[in-house]
């Protein structure tokens, strides 16, 4: 499974930006979950939510809580980072990962940059 992101950008803070991430295969493929972390200069990388492809159930970390939220169109296997009311804490390299129903480990896109100047 592939894993494209895209969407990264520079923007001002309390502005906005949408990411992008599609997983494709050569072969079909169940989703069980995406997810999007993040991972900022000098830092390790964070959780910054995920989405569970069944239930559409969503869970966020507390940082992002209240300004980004994640959707799905399940017919484009593509997950959706929508950022509200960006801070320059934000600023960081957005990484997508996905989970295969009866796989136990996760893929992972290459991830795409965000800057929020201040």
């Known amino acids: 499974v592939q894993l494209q992101a895209s969407g990264g950008g520079l923007v001002q803070a309390g502005g906005s930006l949408r990411l992008s991430c599609a997983a494709a295969?050569?072969?079909?493929?169940?989703?069980?979950?995406m997810a999007w972390f993040r991972q900022a200069p000098g830092k390790e990388r964070e959780f910054v939510g995920r989405?569970?492809?069944?239930?559409?159930?969503?869970n966020y970390a507390d940082s992002v809580k209240g300004r980004f939220t994640i959707s799905r169109d399940k017919a484009k296997n593509t997950a959706y980072l929508q950022m509200n009311m960006l801070k320059p804490e934000d600023t960081a390299v957005y990484y997508c990962?996905?989970?295969?129903?009866?796989?136990?480990?996760?893929?992972w896109g290459q991830g795409t940059l965000v800057t929020v100047s201040s």
């Open positions: 990962a996905a989970r295969i129903s009866g796989l136990s480990v996760d893929y």
């Open positions: 295969s050569e072969r079909t493929f169940s989703l069980y979950y």
């Open positions: 989405i569970y492809w069944a239930s559409n159930f969503i």
